[in-house]
């Protein structure tokens, strides 16, 4: 496993397999840099680093799409395989085994340096000036410049026994104000409320550009009162390389490439929003007061780079950023249930509204339980695992005798195998995130809703030796006449 410790590691070693794609040509951060990177997410297309922006220091620069997908044959999730230390060729399941796998070892605490990189320039009180950077104007629409869209909010709990790495957008106000998303129910708007009771402003550091493995840890929703720093030290099997912030109380990347640091503040709100998000829509009454930054010092490296994930429809960093962490953790507490789970997937092509659930073929002989028996199981074990929850509205349940990764393949196990009458199991009042359109108002304003799991399973509906067998290449010919027919498919005359 190859450890890259920063930004520009990774894109040295995207380039060597032709991954990104320098722009020397001067963009305009409004709007051009947002429209550029979504289409280079919607062809899959090298991720973009913009090198010259107008208006902006010649040197500061942005990279978009960091966890895009790929269209080069064999290389689809070969950004989030090398962020994640594995080979280029890795596989969506490969991934999100690992992460899974690594739940199991010990943390590792952050080694701490004297300095690092993000040192190289530093800001404080009245030289702050957040206008320097390239903070694009993503979409037509947003309510503003968003400079935090992936990178890491790093906040701890007043007693110092808690500290947490998150993603949450953050909206630029003026040169030292930030407009902040930290929903109540996310560990970010539980701290935040520590801090309140005791009559304090949140410390905050919003480290950007920093090592390419840690937003997907930011976004893996482990366990309140776990260090998410800590469980990358366990994933890499050696610690983060961390320095002390300026003028708050806590620890950031050494290697990131901008570290804003301040307070919450208790009473000061301004407007934020609307903003394109995740589900793939811009939702124009999505604005209201949010609560203020004020930002005391800024820390960046020569040069710095900003990294920008363009929300919307999918796949963009919000979905594999999101979709194959979570993907890990529902593996996980899956298998800490000791339920027979084989594999998990969040669907990326359905913006992380879809979820996959895949058993071994034997599961009913293993288990004894029927199908609903098993659906209703899953249900509330993952519906019932805190933060993990909050995310995952719909639970496609399936035997692991197709690749789940393969949305092609998952919409004919979902439209052939579900049945009408009986092949949902319902879950009313569960924890749920507010960006999803189908949301209705009361459901927005309690962040609850109603999740399901849609039954899929076909192993407790026939005897063992009448199966239904999937009437496809893979299945329906013996082996030794498959491989005769790839050996000689281009003497039938295909390329």
């Not at 000036?129 to 629409?141: A, M, N, Q, R, V």
């Not at 995310?391 to 009408?420: C, M, T, Y």
């Not at 009448?466 to 498919?489: G, I, K, M």
């Amino acid at each position: 496993m190859k450890h890259l410790k920063s930004l520009r590691e990774f894109i040295e070693e995207l380039a060597k397999i032709g991954e990104v794609q320098e722009i020397d040509k001067e963009v305009d951060w409004n709007l051009e840099i947002g429209a550029v990177a979504r289409r280079s997410y919607e062809l899959r297309a090298p991720a973009p680093l913009f090198n010259t922006v107008k208006g902006i220091d010649k040197g500061f620069r942005v990279l978009s799409a960091p966890a895009g997908l790929s269209a080069q044959p064999g290389l689809a999730y070969s950004r989030i395989a090398l962020a994640l230390g594995l080979p280029a060729d890795a596989k969506g399941a490969d991934i999100v085994t690992a992460l899974a796998d690594a739940r199991q070892r010990e943390p590792i605490p952050p080694k701490v340096l004297a300095t690092g990189p993000c040192k190289e320039n530093i800001m404080k009180g009245d030289e702050v000036d957040l206008l320097k950077f390239p903070t694009p104007l993503i979409h037509d629409g947003d309510g503003g410049r968003y400079i935090q869209s992936f990178g890491m909010n790093i906040v701890r709990t007043p007693d110092g026994s808690w500290t947490n790495w998150s993603i949450n957008r953050m909206m630029l106000v003026d040169r030292n104000r930030l407009a902040c998303l930290i929903p109540p129910p996310q560990h970010l708007g539980i701290i935040r409320a520590l801090w309140e009771r005791q009559g304090e402003p949140m410390p905050i550091a919003v480290a950007l550009g920093v090592e390419p493995g840690l937003p997907f840890v930011g976004g893996m929703p482990i366990p309140e009162g776990e260090d998410e720093s800590h469980f990358m030290g366990a994933y890499f099997g050696e610690p983060l390389e961390m320095v002390q912030a300026e003028t708050v109380d806590l620890l950031v990347p050494a290697t990131a490439e901008i570290v804003i640091e301040g307070y919450v503040s208790l009473t000061d709100t301004v407007e934020e929003g609307p903003m394109g998000e995740y589900p793939g829509y811009l939702d124009r009454g999505s604005h209201s007061p949010k609560p203020v930054l004020h930002v005391t010092a800024v820390t960046h490296r020569n040069d710095p780079i900003l990294p920008v994930a363009v929300a919307g429809a999918p796949v963009e960093e919000d979905h594999t950023g999101w979709g194959l962490p979570h993907a890990a953790e529902m593996m996980h507490v899956l298998r800490q249930a000791e339920l027979p789970v084989s594999a998990c997937w969040g669907v990326l092509e359905s913006a992380c509204h879809w979820w996959v659930v895949a058993l071994p073929v034997d599961w009913h002989e293993r288990s004894g339980l029927s199908s609903q028996e098993m659906a209703q199981r899953v249900g509330e074990v993952v519906f019932g695992a805190g933060k993990l929850a909050f995310g995952v509205p719909k639970l496609l349940l399936v035997e692991h005798d197709f690749d789940i990764a393969d949305p092609n393949q998952l919409i004919w196990a979902f439209a052939s195998r579900s049945h009408p009458e009986h092949g949902e199991a319902h879950f009313p009042n569960q924890s749920q995130n507010i960006i999803p359109i189908y949301l209705d108002e009361h459901e927005r304003l309690s962040y609850h809703a109603t999740k399901v799991v849609y039954n899929c399973l076909l192993a407790d509906r026939f005897p063992v030796g009448e199966r239904p067998v999937a009437s496809d290449f893979a299945h329906n010919w013996p082996t030794d006449l498959q491989q005769y027919v790839l050996d000689n498919w281009q003497s039938y005359g295909y390329r």
